[in-house]
């Protein structure tokens, strides 16, 4: 089985609480009007990889005895739209005990609950998701959401505090970095939710920002 993958980069402070692995599958069939990162509606051959080899590398910064993750971000793209891969590749990291895992979609939760009740049931696979298509023209001050109508759901009881206090954080921060492609080679990529107001600048090519993870 195999995962269409755009990136995956550790560490991330700019997508959940703490010092998390994130990763964004490549495809997505909502392509929402405004999204900030267009590059990664299109389902590539090129970025298919093995989902045996995306677990074992999540998996090896949980296993590090030192610096460990918080948890897992997982956006796209959207990740509801390669169901069955995600699924194996959620139960798989909770059987190994990485079980912080929020997930970013585009689609809303109550269609989520109707089309793949499997990753919610008891206990569900994942401990928080943010749902919800993008809208541009809606805004929002919330940092941890692009648009005003997106929500956050939180699954697991015991990663409650964690959500609710990173919910009402007030500084929106972002990551330059320099990652490795899925097929090899890097590439600068910036990381997290930028205001809407903020996109054109961002995606000027001669913006550039220092490597302080803040705007």
């Known amino acids: 089985m195999n995962l269409f993958l755009y990136l995956l980069h550790f560490p991330v402070y700019a ?4 010092r998390r692995v994130g990763l964004w599958l490549q495809g997505c069939a ?29 998996l090896s910064f949980f296993q590090r005895s030192s610096q460990r993750p918080d948890g897992l ?10 169901p069955e891969a995600l699924l194996e590749l959620l139960r798989r990291l909770n059987l190994e005990g990485a079980n912080d895992i929020l997930i970013y979609s585009g689609y809303r939760i109550e269609v989520l609950l109707e089309r793949h009740p ?4 008891n206990p569900p696979l994942l401990a928080a998701l943010v749902d919800g298509p ?8 919330s940092v941890w959401k692009g648009s005003d109508n997106q929500g956050l759901t939180i699954w697991k009881r015991e990663f409650f505090p964690r959500y609710e ?7 929106r921060n972002l990551q330059r970095v320099k990652a490795s492609r899925p097929k090899g080679g890097s590439a600068w990529f910036l990381l997290g939710i930028p ?3 903020d996109v054109p ?15």
Do not use: M
């Open 15 to 18: 997508l959940g609480p703490g």
């Open 134 to 141: 993008f809208e541009e023209g809606n805004v929002t001050d």
């Open 195 to 197: 205001r809407q107001g």
């Open 30 to 58: 909502r392509r929402c009007p405004g999204c900030v990162a267009p590059e990664t509606w299109s389902f590539a051959p090129d970025t298919s990889v093995p989902l045996e080899d995306v677990a074992r590398r999540i």
């Open 165 to 171: 206090e990173w919910k009402r954080r007030s500084a």
């Open 118 to 121: 499997e990753f919610f049931a």
């Open 73 to 82: 971000t997982i956006s796209g793209g959207e990740p509801f739209d390669q």
């Open 201 to 215: 600048r961002l995606k000027n090519p001669y913006y550039k920002q220092g490597d302080e993870p803040c705007l």
